[in-house]
């Protein structure tokens, strides 16, 4: 059974500063692994999606990292702003011939202090 | 913009009413998933469908949940009878699974989601 786990579960940053948010996995057979975002009270937002084969993503200050091999995957967030106080979830897809299933870590709380 | 979009947003009822909760998916995509969110559990696969057809359902209780796709652009779950255990946030994703691309599925869309409470 895939499991998913993400270190730090918070986390207390100053405005400015480049931080790294981390997803590990139990199983390294994934198709693809997800970040999202979610604010308080909301759903949530697709920001990156890295397929098995490819080794990192990026997207304007966020660039997400994959291992399959040793089951890691990073976010990192260049020049944090208050905006980006947010729970950042990774999801990994698992292999399957008819299905889509992703599996959710339990997301990392970031907050960026002004 | 095109969006996954959820009704009702917020629901509070009694334990044994009945609930349905309804979801838009992109217009296009072929494929919809049900997830609840608790702060216990997290976010669990509940079911999803491909091309309205039931894939997968084994999160789901099935003595009191039903999910069912009446036409490609609703997807509806209905719990009856529902109880306080159930009070969480229900949120519907859509994503589009191209034919002969196997696994390489697009990203999933997630909804706004319908925060539910059973009394």
């Known amino acids: 059974k895939q499991e998913v786990t993400q270190i730090p579960a918070a986390l207390s940053v100053p405005e400015g500063e480049n931080l790294v948010l981390n997803c590990s996995f139990t199983d390294s057979a994934i198709y693809n692994l997800q970040w999202f975002r979610q604010d308080p009270g909301k759903g949530l937002t697709s920001l990156l999606l890295i397929q098995s084969s490819q080794r990192e993503q990026t997207s304007g200050r966020l660039n997400a990292s994959l291992d399959k091999s040793s089951g890691r995957s990073t976010l990192y967030i260049a020049a944090s702003q208050p905006g980006d106080s947010a729970t950042y979830l990774c999801a990994v897809r698992r292999v399957e011939t008819s299905g889509s299933r992703l599996t959710f870590g339990e997301g990392t709380q970031l907050t960026v202090n002004p | 913009d095109a969006r996954v979009t959820q009704t009702p947003r917020h629901k509070v009822t009694e334990m044994g009413q009945e609930v349905t909760m309804r979801c838009q998916p992109i217009?296009?995509?072929?494929?919809v998933f049900w997830y609840r969110q608790t702060m216990m559990q997290g976010l669990e696969l509940l079911a999803y469908f491909r091309n309205r057809a039931p894939l997968d359902d084994s999160g789901m209780p099935k003595d009191r949940f039903s999910a069912e796709m009446p036409d490609a652009t609703l997807a509806t779950l209905k719990i009856q009878p529902s109880e306080p255990r159930d009070s969480a946030v229900y949120f519907c994703?859509?994503?589009?699974?191209?034919?002969?691309?196997?696994?390489?599925?697009?990203?999933?869309?997630f909804g706004p989601g319908t925060r539910l409470t059973v009394l």
């Open positions: 217009l296009g995509h072929n494929t």
């Open positions: 994703a859509s994503g589009l699974r191209v034919a002969g691309e196997t696994g390489r599925d697009n990203e999933q869309f």
